[in-house]
């Protein structure tokens, strides 16, 4: 029998968070697909479908293809386009916020599994 889950960001609104994010920083700054982010309804979205969802993970993966397939190792090693930390005093490369933006991929996928494992219970 499958339990609730409880915690406050479900695996939905976890996908809907990762799909924004590289639509964003992937898709839009680096590749210019013109996405615009809504952020905040990444998170109070509720009862999205699943069918709608792998939709949106599709056109991700795509925009992310698009987005990387641009970059030189020049670009690479530049400053990324845009300022992301307010904290942060340095200049980032492009290279560094991509593997910023892959562990941050990974730390959210984590999460979908934990809760996947959950409910599968």
Not at 32 to 47: C, H, I, K, M, Q
Not at 79 to 99: C, K, Q
Not at 104 to 117: A, E, F, K, P, V
Request: net charge negative; proline share 3%.
């Amino acid at each position: 029998m499958a339990r609730r889950c409880r915690h406050s960001n479900s695996g939905g609104n976890l996908a809907l968070h990762l799909v924004g994010n590289l639509k964003h920083f992937i898709g839009t700054v680096l590749g210019g697909s013109g996405y615009v982010r809504e952020r905040d309804l990444e998170f109070a979205t509720n009862g999205t479908p699943r069918a709608e969802l792998l939709q949106m993970i599709d056109e991700t993966i795509a925009d992310v293809a698009v987005g990387l397939d641009k970059m030189t190792p020049e670009q690479l090693e530049a400053e990324y386009p845009i300022a992301v930390f307010a904290d942060r005093t340095e200049p980032m490369t492009t290279e560094w916020f991509l593997a910023h933006l892959a562990t941050h991929l990974g730390y959210h996928l984590g999460q979908i599994n934990y809760h996947r494992r959950i409910l599968d219970k």
